[in-house]
C-alpha cells in the first residue's frame, strides 16, 4: 500500500475522501504549522482520512472533513429551523431534527413577558437559535440573536420547508454566498431561510419559482462550483423557454 497522498492537498480539497485516503504528506510542507479538524488523523508525516466526507481548506493551513448527517447533533450559537410539536406553559416543545426535542422558553423572544406570550399552533416553522446543547440534555432555543434583538428570527410563513443533509445547509451558509445561489439570485427573486440541521425554507411570489430553486438547491449537493452554476443556469434558461 502506497503511504504518500497520491497528490497535493489541494488535489483532494472539496472532494470526496473516505477512510484509508492519504490527503497531506508533512514532509513535502516544512517549516508550516497545520490544523487539523474532526474526521482526519496524524501518523508520521501522514494525514489521513477517518470517516467519509470532504475536504476542506482554510488559509493559512487549517484542514477539516466535512460530513453529511441526516440526523441534527445541537452545537450552541447554530440557527436551526424547527417545527412546533407541542407547548406547555413555560416552554414550546420544537422538532429540530436531532435525537431528543429541543424547547424554546415561553419568553425567549424579544421583549418576551407573561403578558405578550406568543401563540403557535402545532406544525408552525421557526427559524431559532440554539442556546443551550449539552449531552444528556434536551436542546434549549431562543428567538432572539445574542443581545437580544428579534433579528431574523421568529415563524417562517407561507413558503415551502424541505429537508436535506446537514453538509448541504452548511455549504449554503458559507461564505463567499455559494454558486447556486449567487447563481439563481441574479436572475430570480426570493426569501431562504437554512438551518444548520438541515432544513430549507424558500418563498417567493411565484410558485415555479419556489420550485425551481427548491431542485437547483437539492441537486447542487454533489455539484462542484463551477457544476452549480451551469445546473442553475440550465433550469433558469428552461423556465424563459416555456
Known amino acids: 500500500m502506497d503511504s504518500k497522498p497520491s497528490g497535493s492537498p489541494a488535489t483532494f480539497v472539496d472532494h470526496l475522501v473516505v477512510p484509508g485516503d492519504l490527503v497531506v504528506d508533512l514532509s513535502s510542507m516544512t517549516n508550516q504549522t497545520i490544523k487539523l479538524g474532526g474526521g482526519l488523523h496524524q501518523d508520521c508525516d501522514a494525514i489521513s482520512v477517518m470517516k467519509a466526507g470532504k475536504l476542506r481548506f482554510s488559509k493559512p493551513n487549517k484542514y477539516w472533513l466535512e460530513t453529511s448527517h441526516k440526523r441534527y447533533v445541537a452545537q450552541v450559537e447554530d440557527t436551526v429551523l424547527g417545527i412546533v410539536v407541542d407547548s406547555k406553559s413555560d416552554n414550546f416543545l420544537i422538532d429540530i431534527k436531532g435525537p431528543a426535542l429541543a424547547f424554546l422558553p415561553v419568553l425567549a423572544f424579544e421583549g418576551g413577558t407573561r403578558r405578550n ?19 444528556g440534555i434536551n436542546p434549549e ?22 429537508e436535506c443533509s446537514t453538509g448541504l445547509s452548511r455549504m449554503l451558509l458559507s461564505s463567499p454566498t455559494c454558486p447556486v ?17 438541515g432544513r430549507v425554507w424558500v418563498n417567493a411570489n411565484s410558485p415555479s419559482t419556489v420550485i425551481i430553486v427548491a431542485n437547483a438547491i437539492m441537486n447542487s449537493e454533489s455539484l462542484s462550483g463551477v457544476q452549480q452554476k451551469i445546473m442553475a443556469e440550465k433550469l433558469l434558461q428552461k423556465i424563459q423557454d416555456d
Do not use: H
Open 117 to 135: 406570550i406568543p401563540k403557535f399552533e402545532v406544525g408552525t416553522l421557526l427559524y431559532v437559535r440554539v442556546v443551550k446543547a449539552n449531552p
Open 141 to 162: 432555543l431562543s428567538c432572539t440573536d445574542a443581545s437580544g434583538k428579534a433579528a431574523e428570527f421568529g415563524a417562517l410563513k407561507d413558503g415551502y420547508m424541505f
Open 181 to 197: 445561489l449567487e447563481a439563481l439570485g441574479k436572475k430570480l427573486s426570493f426569501e431562504i431561510a437554512v438551518g444548520l440541521n
